[in-house]
C-alpha cells in the first residue's frame, strides 16, 4: 500500500518557514550550492521535481531558465501558483526598470507524483532538481525511471538530500563526549533501508492538530544503485556544511568546530549513460 507522504497539510506553515527566515538553510546553503551547479540561463528546460511551494523554481526562473515545477500537493502547488505572482506583481512595484522576475511563459506549476509526467515528452528537459524530496518519496525506482525518460541525452538530475550517513531520523543525534569536551554525532543504524513516520508539527502541543507523514531513509548505495538501474551515472558528489554559528557559552567553539566536519547535506549529480 501506498504511504502518505505529500506535506500539503502543513502547507502554509512550510511556505512560511522558507520565505520569512534569513536564517534558514535553504536560503543559506541549498540556494548558493544549487545556483552554482545549476547554473540557470535563458534556453535551459529545467524541472523542479517535488517543488513544493516553489521557492527554488522561482529562483531558476528569474535567472532566465524554463522551469515546469511539479509536487503531489494540491495545497503546495496553489501555493506556488500564489507566490509567483505575488513575486512578479511586488518585484514590478519595488524595482525600477527590468526587474529579474520569472516571465509567465519561463514558470509554470503541475500536480504530478514524481513518478508519473505523462505531460512531459521524452528527452524534453535539460535540467532535473529534487531537491530535500527524494528521501520522502516511496517510488525510488519509478522516480527515476521517469526521471532518465524525460532528461535530454547530456541531461543532468541534480538531487539534495539529508546525508543519510549523518542525518537518519530517530536513529542519530549530537552526543557530548564529557571527558574529553568533544561533540560528536551518533549513528545507531545506517545500512538499513527503513520507512519512519515523522511529526510534520514538532512545535505543536495539540495532539489533536498534529499531523504525521513518512519518510525514507537509505544508504548512499541505495541511491547508487537505483540510478544505475534508471540508467543514470553519478558525475559528481558534493557534501554542504550548515551555516550556523553557536552562542557564546562553554562548547561554542566545539560545535562550531565539529558542525563543519559532519555534513548537513549531500548533492548528487547524475546524467544519462
Known sequence: ???????????????EMLTDSDDSYQK?????NLIRLLEPKKGLRVLDLACGQGYFSRA???NGAQVIGTDISPELIDLAKRNSTTTTSSQESESGRNPPKPQTSSLEFKVSPADQLPFLEDGSIDAITIV??????ENLPGTLAECARVLKVGGRLLIILNHPAFRVPQN???QWD?????????IDS???DKTLKIDMTPGEVNTHKKQFTVTFHRPLQSYFKALNKAGLSVTRLEEWISHKKSQKGPRAEEEDRIRKEIPMFVCLEAGKK
Open 190 to 192: 545506517y545500512m538499513s
Open 172 to 174: 542519530s543525534s549530537w
Open 60 to 62: 531558476f526562473a528569474q
Open 132 to 137: 530535500l524530496a527524494l528521501q520522502n518519496i
Open 28 to 32: 543559506n546553503v541549498i540556494m548558493p
Open 178 to 186: 564529557e571527558e574529553n569536551s568533544k561533540q560528536y554525532r551518533r
Open 1 to 15: 500500500m501506498a504511504q502518505k507522504t505529500s506535506w500539503g497539510a502543513v502547507a502554509g506553515w512550510y511556505d
